[in-house]
């Protein structure tokens, strides 16, 4: 019995072997598909690395896209500030020029007013005055006439006359 253990020893080794060698390759096989799932899942994760290392750069240049726009609205903004005191105060000198402006036009006005109250006074007193020459001249022509008369009767001669006559010493 004993040789017939060595026997079936010897074959129930390489028995075994080939279960061990079926074994060994089996794991083999186990191990290279989770090497090829290993190096897919670390081709994955690499791409998805590249992809956040590239929003990241992108998100970098939107912050400083940011910062630039709003040094961009900051310095707008100071400007606009600017432009507004200096357009209130624009618009203080043209409120103070309108005012100066509308007393200017009522001065205007009064003066007009004033102008035609003296250019009325003037007309008047121009019709007063011819009113008063021409009683004058009537009044020297009445003389005249009223000395004429009297000289006429001096004299033989009437008024139109004379003309004809010459001058009588």
Known sequence: MAEQNPTASSNS?????????????????????????????????????????????????????????????????????????????????LEQKLQETEE?????????HQLKTREAERDLLAVMLNEAENAQRRQQADDSYSQHQQQGSKSDTPGWLKAFKGKSP
């Open 13 to 93: 080794l390489p028995a075994s072997t080939s279960h061990d060698q079926g074994s060994f390759t089996l794991k083999l096989i186990e191990l290279q598909e989770a090497l090829v799932q290993s190096q897919e899942k670390n081709l994955m994760l690499s791409a998805q690395l590249r992809e956040l290392e590239r929003m990241s750069r992108d998100g970098e240049d939107l912050k400083s896209e940011l910062i630039n726009q709003s040094l961009l609205l900051t310095d707008k903004s100071r400007e606009n500030k600017q432009l507004h005191q200096e357009l209130g105060r624009i618009t203080g000198l």
């Open 104 to 112: 200017l036009r009522a001065t205007v006005v009064e003066l007009g």
